[in-house]
């Protein structure tokens, strides 16, 4: 990468720019269509535990595809590279789980304001678990990180303890994964995008049994019925676009964190929230207190003035 720069330096830093500002519309726009279609599917058919395992069976057979047609080159991976993978699976498999309970108990809009607060978690596990201190300024900023994320909390209409825990258990879930991926991924020879396609086989593994103990065949099948009777063969589809989008998205986001500091990463994903909470709240009709839109705002600006004192 270094030596392409030198090589074009006035070209490069536009082109890198567009790129990465392409990288960042797309990651939002897959996003949004992911979390619509996500909603519609659990409203239907509330098995968070299969649709979540459903998203990355998509996401592994789509790479699997791309590798065996070539169309992607597929990684030179051994097993030191999946050892190091694994605990980094496991926080993915339980992040990814844990949203989508939530989301199916509780509206999107009010997952992503809880999940708004992954900064506050990532400062706090730092501090206690390895210990790193920070500037005084960051740890002010997850007062209004903490406080906006409460106020939304207890304002909530349709509050729920379990989508409430879902969503703070998947904040817990992805500060280790990215704690584990930095880990993992130092020094790696695998791109982006085959990086996250190895985590989703990887996830899909680990979520395959749970979900057949948590939910289980019968279940599925009783609610696959209902949800045909109700809405129709139209369900398929939108479980085929979240599964779809729901790779897509974190392909894209993944190879965007190879070109940006995971602190751009940070600002783009709280940035993505706002473009969720916004356009579910419009989709859904979801009814919205005043009071309540004032807590998930002052717990984005809280993720923003993190933003700025950790930069
Ligand atoms: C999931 O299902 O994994 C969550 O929707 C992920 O949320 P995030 O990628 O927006 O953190």
Same mark, same amino acid.
């Given at each position: 990468?270094?030596?392409?720069?030198?090589?074009?330096?006035?070209? @490069?830093?536009?082109?890198?720019?567009?790129?990465?500002?392409? *990288?960042?519309?797309?990651?939002?726009?897959? %996003?949004?269509?992911?979390?619509?279609?996500?909603?519609?599917?659990?409203?239907?058919?509330?098995?968070?535990?299969?649709? @979540?395992?459903?998203?990355? /069976?998509?996401?592994?057979?789509?790479?699997?595809? @791309?590798? /065996?047609?070539?169309?992607?080159?597929?990684?030179?991976?051994?097993?030191?590279?999946?050892?190091?993978?694994?605990? +980094?699976? $496991?926080?993915?498999?339980?992040?990814?789980?844990?949203?989508? +309970? @939530?989301?199916?108990?509780?509206?999107?809009?009010?997952?992503?304001?809880?999940?708004?607060?992954?900064?506050?978690?990532?400062?706090?596990?730092?501090?206690?678990?390895?210990?790193?201190?920070?500037?005084?300024? +960051?740890?002010?900023?997850?007062?209004?990180?903490?406080?906006?994320?409460?106020?939304?909390?207890?304002?909530?209409?349709?509050? %729920?303890?379990?989508?409430?825990?879902?969503?703070?258990?998947?904040?817990?879930?992805?500060?280790?994964?990215?704690?584990?991926?930095?880990?993992?991924?130092?020094?790696?020879?695998?791109?982006?995008? %085959?990086?996250?396609?190895?985590?989703?086989?990887?996830?899909?593994?680990?979520?395959?049994?749970?979900?057949?103990?948590?939910?289980?065949?019968?279940?599925?099948?009783?609610?696959?019925?209902?949800?045909?009777?109700?809405?129709?063969?139209? $369900?398929?589809?939108?479980?085929?676009?979240?599964?779809?989008? *729901?790779?897509?998205?974190?392909?894209?986001?993944?190879?965007?964190?190879?070109?940006?500091?995971?602190?751009?990463?940070?600002?783009?994903?709280?940035?993505?929230?706002?473009? $969720?909470?916004?356009?579910?709240?419009?989709?859904?009709?979801?009814?919205?207190?005043?009071?309540?839109?004032?807590?998930?705002?002052?717990?984005?600006?809280?993720?923003?003035?993190?933003?700025?004192?950790?930069?």
């Amino acid at each position: 990468k270094e030596s392409k720069t030198q090589a074009v330096p006035v070209q @490069s830093e536009g082109a890198q720019r567009l790129k990465i500002s392409i *990288y960042f519309a797309t990651w939002w726009a897959l %996003n949004v269509i992911f979390n619509i279609y996500n909603k519609k599917v659990l409203n239907a058919f509330p098995y968070p535990w299969l649709t @979540s395992t459903l998203s990355l /069976a998509c996401g592994s057979a789509m790479m699997l595809f @791309s590798w /065996a047609t070539r169309l992607v080159e597929a990684p030179k991976t051994d097993l030191d590279f999946w050892k190091v993978l694994f605990p +980094v699976a $496991v926080a993915h498999t339980i992040g990814h789980v844990a949203a989508t +309970v @939530s989301m199916s108990k509780v509206a999107v809009s009010f997952t992503h304001i809880i999940k708004s607060a992954e900064p506050a978690f990532s400062v706090l596990v730092s501090r206690f678990l390895l210990g790193e201190t920070f500037p005084v300024p +960051v740890y002010l900023s997850l007062l209004p990180i903490i406080g906006g994320c409460a106020l939304a909390a207890v304002t909530e209409l349709n509050f %729920n303890m379990v989508g409430f825990m879902g969503a703070m258990i998947s904040n817990l879930a992805f500060v280790f994964r990215n704690i584990f991926s930095k880990r993992g991924m130092k020094g790696k020879s695998v791109s982006g995008m %085959n990086y996250y396609a190895c985590l989703s086989i990887m996830s899909l593994v680990i979520l395959t049994p749970f979900a057949i103990a948590m939910e289980g065949p019968q279940m599925w099948a009783a609610g696959w019925q209902k949800a045909l009777a109700e809405v129709g063969p139209n $369900v398929i589809w939108w479980i085929a676009a979240q599964s779809v989008f *729901y790779h897509l998205y974190n392909q894209v986001s993944y190879m965007s964190l190879d070109q940006i500091s995971p602190l751009t990463f940070s600002i783009g994903n709280t940035m993505k929230r706002i473009s $969720v909470i916004v356009s579910s709240i419009i989709i859904f009709h979801t009814p919205v207190r005043p009071v309540n839109a004032l807590g998930a705002a002052i717990a984005i600006l809280g993720t923003f003035l993190y933003s700025q004192a950790k930069a």
